[in-house]
Each structure stands twice: as structure tokens, then as C-alpha cells.
């Protein structure tokens, strides 16, 4: 399994962004998702996760909850992080994660997730 994340960048507090993670090697329908995210000096934390196959189920942390949306597309092979009213202390490298499980909720410690992608950078300016 190999994960492909991108749509970084550099934007103003306030704007928004789109993350994209593709998933190559196997089928994704059959993965979990997640996204975390690492500042520098910081340890990795968790984002937000989404259930296998069709995505019922997503989960947040207490500090995007309300303005990040996960979400997958199947067809696509591909999980998105829909990042809207950006803060300057969301910046940090974000990382998706994939997680072969057939069981609902999780998600949330990074040890679950069995592939990691390489990180795609956002940076929030004041």
C-alpha cells in the first residue's frame, strides 16, 4: 500500500484548503482513513478519521471540529481533509494514515494505522 497526500500550502488565517490522499496496492474501500498533523516541535496529533467502505462514521478533534471535514471517494481511491476557517495554529505537516479494520470507530492513536503517507506541508499566516 502506498499513500499520496497533497494540497498544502501557504494561505492567510481564515482561508481554507483541500487535502487530498490517494491509496494505491489495494482496494481502499477496504481501509479506514485518517488525518494527523505534527508542528514543528511538537508531537503528531490526531485530526480527524473516517470509517471504511462507504465512510458512516467520522470522528474529530475537539480543536477542528466544526471547520474541518473528512471525507472519502471510493472511486477515487481517495480521502480528502476539508480544511475551511484556517487558524495560524493549524499549521503543521499533515499526514494521512490507512487502517485495514472492518470495525467501526477509532481511529484516533496513530499506532491503529498500518500506512502512513509522507506529509504534505500548511502553513497558516496571521
Known amino acids: 500500500v502506498q499513500l499520496q497526500a497533497s494540497g498544502g500550502g501557504l494561505v492567510q488565517a481564515g482561508a481554507a484548503l483541500r487535502l487530498s490522499c490517494v491509496l494505491s496496492?489495494?482496494?481502499?474501500?477496504?481501509?479506514?482513513m485518517g488525518w494527523f498533523r505534527q508542528a514543528p516541535g511538537k508531537e503528531r496529533e490526531f485530526v480527524a478519521a473516517?470509517?471504511?467502505?462507504?465512510?458512516?462514521?467520522?470522528t474529530y478533534s475537539d480543536s477542528v471540529t466544526g471547520r474541518f471535514t473528512i471525507s472519502r471517494d471510493n472511486a477515487k481511491s481517495t480521502v480528502y481533509l476539508q480544511m475551511n476557517s484556517l487558524k495560524p495554529e493549524d499549521t503543521a505537516v499533515y499526514y494521512c494514515?490507512?487502517?485495514?479494520?472492518?470495525?467501526?470507530?477509532?481511529?484516533?492513536?496513530?499506532?491503529?494505522?498500518?500506512?502512513w503517507g509522507q506529509g504534505t506541508q500548511v502553513t497558516v499566516s496571521s
Open positions: 496496492g489495494r482496494p481502499f474501500s477496504d481501509y479506514a
Open positions: 473516517i470509517s471504511w467502505r462507504d465512510g458512516t462514521q467520522t
Open positions: 494514515g490507512a487502517r485495514r479494520t472492518v470495525v467501526l470507530g477509532g481511529g484516533r492513536w496513530e499506532h491503529e494505522y498500518d500506512y
